[in-house]
Nanobody, 121 residues
Framework: QVQLVESGGGLVQAGGSLRLSCAASGRTFGNYAMGWFRQAPGKEREFVAAINWSGGSTNYATSVKGRFTISRDNPKNTVYLQMNSLTPEDTALYYC??????????????WGQGTQVTVSS
């Protein structure tokens, strides 16, 4: 069983940056691929980025490629999402997910509660 807790969200101006963190409990964190998803009001949850168990392979949604970077620190049981050049369209509740490196949310077994990111214009 893995529990996930996100942090690092907040209010930022367009063009700014934020780094989200996802702290995982459980000694088997290093066995799991991890992902980030987001959900804006009135919209479906969408894939943002994913990373394999070692950090050697990553995958990004087209809308964030080149602006966002997913990484992980297995000894610290933490996965990160560095977000640069933020736009108001990035405003959403961001979720950390564990158990897959897929763009399909149904592939993930574990989910955090989310952290809010709001980008003002």
């Amino acid at each position: 069983q893995v529990q996930l807790v996100e942090s690092g969200g907040g209010l930022v101006q367009a063009g700014g940056s934020l780094r989200l963190s996802c702290a995982a409990s459980g000694r088997t964190f290093g066995n799991y691929a991890m992902g980030w998803f987001r959900q804006a009001p009135g919209k479906e949850r969408e894939f943002v980025a994913a990373i394999n168990w070692s950090g050697g392979s990553t995958n990004y949604a087209t809308s964030v490629k080149g602006r966002f970077t997913i990484s992980r620190d297995n000894p610290k049981n933490t996965v990160y999402l560095q977000m640069n050049s933020l736009t108001p369209e990035d405003t959403a509740l961001y979720y950390c997910a564990g158990g897959a490196s897929s763009s399909w949310s149904g592939a993930y077994a574990y989910w955090g509660q989310g952290t809010q990111v709001t980008v003002s214009s």
